[in-house]
C-alpha cells in the first residue's frame, strides 16, 4: 500500500507558476500509475493530469492543456505537476492519486485505490 503526501501549494497571482510536488513510499512506486486532481468549494473532485507508469504517456483535462505539465521521478518516487499561467478558476485543494496499472493511467476518480491529504492553491485576480 502506497503513502502520497502533496507539498508545494500556495498563494499566487494570476499569471504566475506554482510546482506541485507528491512524494509516495510504501509501494513499488514504478508500477503505480499517478494523476492529479483538484477540488474547489462546493464542487466535486475533477481531473487534472495523468502520468503513466513509465512516464511516457501524460493525459490532461482540457481545461489545464497547454499550462500544466505532469512529470514523475521514478528513482525518486516523486510525482510534480508543474501550473504555468495560472488563473483564479485553477483555485482549489490539489490531490495526488496512484493506481497499479501496467499500461496508461485512469482519468477517473473512482479509478484510484490511494489519494493523498491535498494541498491548498489559490490564485488571485
Known amino acids: 500500500q502506497v503513502q502520497l503526501v502533496e507539498s508545494g501549494g500556495g498563494l499566487v497571482q494570476a499569471g504566475d507558476s506554482l510546482r506541485l510536488s507528491c512524494a509516495a513510499s510504501g509501494g513499488t512506486f514504478n508500477n503505480y500509475a499517478m494523476g492529479w486532481f483538484r477540488q474547489a468549494p462546493g464542487k466535486e473532485r475533477e481531473f487534472v493530469a495523468a502520468?503513466?507508469?513509465?512516464?511516457?504517456?501524460?493525459y490532461y483535462a482540457d481545461s489545464v492543456k497547454g499550462r500544466f505539465t505532469i512529470s514523475r521521478d521514478n528513482a525518486k518516487n516523486t510525482v510534480s505537476l508543474q501550473m504555468n499561467s495560472l488563473k483564479p478558476e485553477d483555485t482549489a485543494v490539489y490531490y495526488c492519486?496512484?493506481?497499479?496499472?501496467?499500461?496508461?493511467?485512469?482519468?477517473?476518480?473512482?479509478?484510484?485505490?490511494?489519494w493523498g491529504q491535498g494541498t491548498q492553491v489559490t490564485v488571485s485576480s
Open positions: 492519486a496512484a493506481v497499479i496499472r501496467d499500461f496508461g493511467a485512469p482519468t477517473l476518480v473512482y479509478e484510484y485505490d490511494y
Open positions: 502520468i503513466n507508469w513509465s512516464g511516457r504517456k501524460t
